[in-house]
């Protein structure tokens, strides 16, 4: 028997309900550790968006270096906190 059906008889939800509220939970948990991770820069920089990041960098008001990469990796969490939301959207 796999694990799924054996957690399944333990929490008495079928194999299917449990495989999808798993697969929220974690969807749902990456989007936190993301936001979480944008709140970090936010403060870090003292900044509301990542554009308002951009044009610090730009205007040369902070140095790019590590900022350019920060703003990388805000743009990518942005990517990524939404495509995850789209697929939730698409198991619920």
Known sequence: ?????????????PPDELNTRGMLAFLEKEIRLSEMEIADLREKYDVATKDDLYKLIASKAINSHPAWEDYINWKNKDKYREELEKKIKLIR
Do not use: C, G, P, W
Not at 3 to 13: R, T
């Open 1 to 13: 028997m796999d694990a799924l059906k054996e957690v399944s008889k333990i929490v008495n939800i």
